[in-house]
DNA sequence: GGCGTGATCTTTACACTGTCAAGCTAAAGA
DNA sequence: TCTTTAGCTTGACAGTGTAAAGATCACGCC
């Protein structure tokens, strides 16, 4: 046999394993025997890289809220410097990702992953949410209600995508969802707040 | 052995089985075994009454969604015969089934149950998303946005109820979960429809 | 180049899982 | 009473994750 004993970079093609194996197969055939045949390495290789299945499967979320966070980024990026059209995009991006990567999602958000011994499962996380917050922020006031905003929006969001990707009612057929959500957030009238409306319009002048 | 071979109510005796061993030992622990043993009989015999592990799957879940119902309709019978207090007591039982039930509200929510093949299922769902709807029907307009309203109000509490479940971020630390929902629907200002103002004013007529 | 060490993998074994099929038990009906 | 059918048990098997022993090999030192 001519294939090395050691793979080179075999916890990184384990992650890709897993996410390639989410996106053809779905959630039900993540299996640790599955990534490894697939990364080309005995079914006990896995073990010496992460704790076990639970392990793996936390560094698949965490590189699950990296391509979170792109999406979000993506979509963010091409809109013009407006808050509300900024906040709006984001949440595109998080409807996209549970879209795209329905199985990927269901991981994430639906399984009990340890975060505390996964420290880049944490990072990933934060910085996930951070992006929504940052949204959001224009729109906060500073009283106690404005971290009752962001958990709103995130709500909002959060609900309207796990429902849509379950597609478990009639309620959700059919419809253009990027369309409908940014309905949606019109309906709520958000308020820019006072110093925020100066940042926007002396953004034009940066650029 | 005085142990009958028929065993009497199997097929309820294994639902029930699922039930408990979600609430004592989480959804890890769900296992055709072990409903079977927890009922009494050998690791075969739910094979007679389900289409294997996801049949089983499948009848816990529509008992999942009678519970989600009750509780829902447990908290609206309890305030005053005002629409929004109504809705609001929908919302607090939506809440409730995810805090008191956290792993069967993950089976239900967040598995891939095949609907198709389960009357039961069906219909219990379409009784507890009902009993929702009938909260959001005094503000829904007659316009195409009705029901736009109602799948706002849904996502809001299901997301806040799956991000309240997860607890992955500091924002749902330590808060008293019924009181902030209760605030974000405030925050949406809803407006009772023409409609439903002079029923209202009919009711303790009424009684 | 040889040797030692530690990292990285393979192999083997085992227990748990769901499903299948044959066989057993017993309840219901003729 | 006999036959049929429902309802279960038993045994087998393949797939799963984990543990432990063993093999391979990369690297550094002499």
């Not at 990364?39 to 560094?59: D, E, I, M, Q």
């Not at 549970?98 to 499962?121: I, M, S």
């Not at 409306?197 to 650029?207: A, F, G, H, T, V």
Request: proline content about 4%; overall charge negative; hydrophobic content about 40%.
């Amino acid at each position: 046999m001519n294939k090395p004993h050691h793979h080179g970079d075999l916890r990184e093609a384990l992650i890709q394993a897993g996410i390639d194996i989410l996106s053809e197969h779905g959630l039900a055939a993540l299996t640790l025997r599955a990534c490894a045949a697939r990364a080309g390495v005995s079914h006990a290789a896995p073990a010496h890289h992460f704790k076990g299945l639970p392990g793996l499967t936390a560094a698949i979320c965490a590189r699950g809220y990296r391509i979170f966070s792109d999406l979000m980024i993506e979509e963010r990026d091409k809109v013009a410097p407006d808050a509300f059209a900024r906040l709006s995009a984001i949440c595109k991006g998080y409807l996209r990702f549970a879209r795209e990567h329905p199985a990927l999602f269901r991981l994430v958000f639906g399984t009990k992953v340890d975060f505390c011994n996964d420290a880049e499962l944490m990072q990933n996380s934060a910085i996930a949410y951070g992006i929504l917050a940052t949204g959001c922020a224009p729109f906060a006031t500073d009283e106690p209600t404005g971290n009752r905003l962001e958990i709103t929006i995130w709500s909002l969001v959060h609900g309207y995508a796990s429902l849509m990707q379950n597609q478990r009612s009639d309620a959700f057929d059919d419809r253009d969802e990027a369309l409908e959500f940014d309905a949606i957030l019109g309906d709520l009238n958000l308020t820019l707040q006072r110093n925020y409306c100066s940042e926007s319009s002396r953004e034009p002048l940066i650029k």
